[in-house]
C-alpha cells in the first residue's frame, strides 16, 4: 500500500530533472540522434531572414536618438561628419572588418539561422560572418581569450522567445552605420520572437553601455522569413569593396607560364 | 516495502539521471566515448556529424599529381609545393574564400546539422561549405569559391558533390572542378573521417585527400578575422 502511494512521487522525483536538461532541445530540426529524448517545444527560428525596412540609423523604440552622454555625443558628430576618405579609416566595417551588433543586422543582406540543441547559429551574408549563440546549459567552453567584434553570446528560451546575453565586445565597431558609438562596456540584451505565423522575425535590443549612454536604451528590428529554397549568395568583402586589384582574378590556364614543376604531394 | 527498499530505489533512478546531466554539461550534444562502449551506436548516432572538431594531421594522406601545363605560378620568393597548398595559402592571404579541400591545422571546424543541410565552418577566414540534402543542382550554376554542394546518405557515409567551382588568386583556376567527398563518424563516435577525391583537368588522375579529425566539445569556437591582418590586401601574383 505504502509503496503504491510512493511509486508516483518516486516517478516524479525521477523524471524532474530530466525536463529542465531536455528543454534545450528544438523541437524541429534536432538532430535524429536526439530525437529519443522528451520533447518540449521550444520555439524554432531556423531559415532564411531578410531585413526590413534597415534605417542607416538606430533610434530608441519611441523615436529619439539614443541617450549619449556628452563626450560620446562628439565622437558621434565626428564619425557622422566624417567624409568618405576619412570614413575609410575611421569605420573598419569599410575595410571589411565585422560590423559587429546590433550593426549586421542592418545590413540590406539574407542571414541564414541554423538551430541545434545547444546553440542557436547565425550565418550571415556578409563577408560570410558566422555568429554562434551558445545555449545556456548544454555546453560549457573555455571563455573567450579576449574581447571579440560579436562578443560572447550566451542564449535562453524563455517561453516562445529567445533571449540572448552578449558581452566581452571590443570597441572597434559601431552600433550602427551612421557611427553610434559603443564602448567594451556594452552589454547587449536581445529579446528574439516570431509572429505573422512565423513569417516575420522580430529583434528587441536593449544596449546597455554606461561608458557611452546616460540610461539603458532600447530598439527593435524586424526581419521577414525568404522562401525556403533560398540559398545566401556567396559575399567576398574584399572584392566587393574594390579592395583587391584586378591582378586577383582568376588567371586563366593557359596564361600559367612559366611552368613551375610542382612535386607530387605524396613525395613529401 | 522497508525505507530502505525505497531509498534505494529513488537512488537508482537519480543515478543515471545526474550522469546524463554531467554529460550534457560537459559536452553539450555530444555523448562521451564511454557511452559508445556501453551500447552499439544507432544509426542516428553515427549519422549526426554535428560538433566541434580538430584535424588530427595535415592529411593522413595524399595523392596529387598536376599536370606540367597547369602548374601553379607562384609570386617572387615563394617556393613551389604542392599547388593546392600554395593556392589555399594564397586565397587565405587575400581574404577570399577557399573551396572546403579539408581542413587546415590549428583551426577547428564546425558543423552544424539539421534534417536538409550539414555545413561546415571552419575558423579560418570564415570558410561556410553547405551540404544542402533536399535538393538537387540548379540548372544554372554561378561560379563561386565555395561551388554549390548536395549531399546524401549512403549508410552511414555523408556523400557530397561539389561543382561550380570558381578559381581563386594564385589557384589553379579551372572551371571543371569536380569534388566528391566523404564523411563519417568513426566508429568510436568521436572521431570524424573526411576523404575527399577531386577530379579536374589539372590532375592526371583524380587528386586524393584523408583527413582525420578529433571531437573536442569543450573548445569555444571562435572564427578568426582575415581582414585584420596588417599587410595589404594587394595580391603578388606575377603575370
Known sequence: MRLRLLSPCILAWCLMPVLPVSAAAPAVNVPAAAATAPQVIVPDFSG??????TPAALRTVDGQRPPLLPDAAKLYADHQAASVAQRKSLDGMARCLPPGLP???LQRMPFEVQQESGAVNVLFQWNRIVRTIELAGTRNPAP???ATYDGNARGRFV????????????DATWLDDSGLPHSTKLHLIERWWMDEGGQRLNIDFEIDDPAVYSEIWKASLSFRRLPRATVIEEDVCVERQGLLTPAAAPVPPKAAAPRTPVKPADKR | MSGRTIFAAVLMCLLPISALQAADAAAGSQRPAAAASVAPRTSAQVRNLAGIWVVAEEPTSRRETVKAEFA????PGVSAGPAAAQSLAESARLCVPTPFF?????????????ATQVTLISEENSRVHRIYLDRDFPEKLTPTYAGFTVGHWEGNTLVAETRGLRGAAGMLA??????????RRGADGMTLEQDITINSSAYAT????????FSRPDLRWQPSVCEEQPAPLVPKVSK
Open chain 1, 159 to 170: 517561453g516562445a522567445e529567445l533571449r540572448v546575453d552578449t558581452t566581452g565586445f571590443n
Open chain 2, 206 to 213: 583524380p587528386a586524393q585527400r584523408s583527413y582525420r579529425y
Open chain 2, 174 to 183: 579551372l572551371p571543371d572542378y569536380h569534388v566528391i567527398e566523404r564523411l
Open chain 1, 144 to 146: 573567450l581569450p579576449g
Open chain 2, 102 to 114: 579539408g581542413s587546415s591545422g590549428g583551426y577547428s571546424l564546425r558543423i552544424i546539422q539539421t
Open chain 1, 48 to 53: 532564411v531572414w531578410m531585413p526590413v525596412g
Open chain 2, 72 to 75: 601553379v605560378r607562384f609570386p
Open chain 1, 103 to 105: 550593426r549586421i543586422f
